[in-house]
C-alpha cells in the first residue's frame, strides 16, 4: 500500500499511514509490463514499488533522500527476488542513477512529490507541529535545517519565502515576528516558532492551524523541493525510452504548475500558418496523456484526506532527443536556500 504525501494542509490531518493516493489511475498510466524497468523515484513507504512488482514481472528501482525509508524498505527488497533496487538519492539525480545501475533507459518513472506521512508522524523530524520537537524539516541529513534558515534569512526573504511557498497573506507580518523573536533568543523547536505565528496569525474555528502555511513554505524551501521536481523531470526525459511513461502526482499548486507547463511546452506541436509557413519550433518530446489533472473521488477522499488536493499527469515519451531545458522558466522568483542563508539579521 502507498503511503500518502501532502505538501500542504496534511501537516495537521493525523496519521495516515499506507494510504494509496490515486494508485489505481497511476498504475493505468504507467502501464507496466514484463520485463521493463521502472523508476519510484519517491520511494517513501514503498507503495508504488509494491504496486508496481505485483502488476508485472518487471525491475524498479527505488529512489529516497531520506536514508530512514531506505532501511525500511529493506523487507521489501528481501520479498522482491531481486527485483527491486534502492538507492539513496534525490530524484533529481535519477537519470544518474539509472545509469549508475547498468541500464541505460527506463520504461517508466512515477514521482509522488512532497513529503510523505511517515515523515510529518517521525516527531524527532520536526515537519509537524503536532509536536514539539527541534526544528528541523531536512528530507535528507545534510544542509540547513528550517532553524538555521529562521535564524538567517532576512524579514524580506522570509517574507517572501512564506508568501510564495505558502501562499499565506500574513506572510510580512510572521516574518517581521520571526525576526524580532530570534533577536531575543534563537528559535529552535516547532513550538517557539508556532507561538510566535500565532501571535500574528489568529486560529479561527474549523479554519487551518495558524502555522500551516509557514511550516509547509519553510520546508520546501529548505529541501528545494520545486527546483528538485523541475530537474527530475528533465532527467525522466533524458532516461525515458519512446514509449515510456511519466506519472507525476502533485500535491501543492505550485508543484502542479511546474508539472503541467513542463509537459506543456514539451508535447506543444508548433507549425506554421498560411502567414508563416516556415515557422516551425521544437518537435515534441512528450505526448500527454491527461488533457486534465486527475483527481481522487469522493470516496478515495473520505477514506484519506490527503487525498483532496493530489493531481495526477501523465505523459508518454516520443523518439525525439531529450531538449537542453532552462528550469528557471518554471520556478517562481525566489532567493536561492545558500542567498537566503546569507541573507542577514
Keep these: 500500500m502507498m503511503t500518502g504525501r501532502d505538501s500542504g494542509n496534511a501537516v495537521d490531518g493525523g ?30 513507504a514503498g507503495g508504488y514499488s509494491r504496486a508496481i512488482l505485483a502488476a508485472a514481472g518487471c525491475r ?95 524579514e524580506r526573504d522570509l517574507s517572501f519565502i512564506i508568501s510564495i511557498l505558502g501562499e499565506e497573506r500574513f506572510a510580512r507580518g510572521i516574518a517581521r515576528a520571526i525576526v524580532r523573536a530570534r533577536a531575543e533568543a534563537p528559535i529552535r523547536t516547532t513550538k517557539e516558532l508556532v507561538a510566535i505565528i500565532e501571535r500574528v496569525v489568529r ?44 506519472v507525476v502526482v502533485s500535491f501543492h499548486s505550485l508543484e502542479d504548475r511546474i508539472v503541467k507547463m513542463f509537459l506543456a511546452e514539451h508535447s506543444r506541436v508548433v507549425a506554421g500558418s498560411r502567414h508563416a509557413p516556415e515557422v516551425h519550433g521544437p518537435e515534441p518530446t512528450f505526448t500527454a496523456l491527461t488533457k486534465k489533472p486527475v483527481v481522487a473521488d469522493d470516496a478515495e477522499i473520505a477514506a484519506n484526506p490527503r487525498a483532496r488536493s493530489a493531481k495526477l499527469r501523465a505523459a508518454e515519451r516520443t523518439d525525439v532527443p531529450a531538449r537542453e531545458s532552462d528550469i528557471g522558466d518554471l520556478l517562481p522568483r525566489l532567493p536561492s536556500l545558500d542567498d537566503a542563508m546569507r541573507g542577514g539579521r
Excluded at 499506507?18 to 517513501?44: C, E, K
Design 203 to 246: 486560529a479561527k474555528p474549523g479554519a487551518i492551524h495558524p502555522a500551516t502555511r509557514t511550516f509547509q513554505a519553510l520546508r520546501i524551501f529548505i529541501n528545494e523541493e520545486l527546483s528538485e521536481l523541475a530537474v527530475a523531470l528533465s532527467a525522466a526525459e533524458r532516461i525515458l525510452r519512446p514509449g515510456g511513461r511519466l
Design 15 to 44: 496519521l495516515a499511514r499506507h494510504i494509496p493516493v490515486l494508485a489505481q489511475p497511476a498504475l493505468h498510466y504507467l502501464s507496466p509490463r514484463d520485463g521493463g524497468i521502472y523508476i519510484d523515484g519517491t520511494f517513501g
Design 60 to 154: 524498479v528501482i527505488g529512489i529516497d533522500r531520506d536514508h530512514s525509508a531506505i532501511v525500511r524498505g529493506a523487507d521489501l527488497v528481501a520479498q522482491s527476488d531481486g527485483r527491486l533496487t534502492l538507492i539513496e538519492d534525490r530524484f533529481s539525480n535519477l537519470d544518474e542513477v539509472v545509469r549508475s545501475a547498468g541500464y541505460d533507459a527506463v520504461d517508466g518513472v512515477v514521482l509522488d512529490i512532497g513529503v510523505s506521512s511517515m515523515q510529518f508522524d517521525e516527531a524527532e523530524r520536526g515537519f509537524s507541529f503536532r509536536f514539539d520537537a527541534p526544528l528541523d524539516m531536512r528530507m535528507g541529513g545534510a544542509g540547513p535545517s528550517a532553524a538555521d534558515l529562521v535564524a538567517a534569512a532576512s
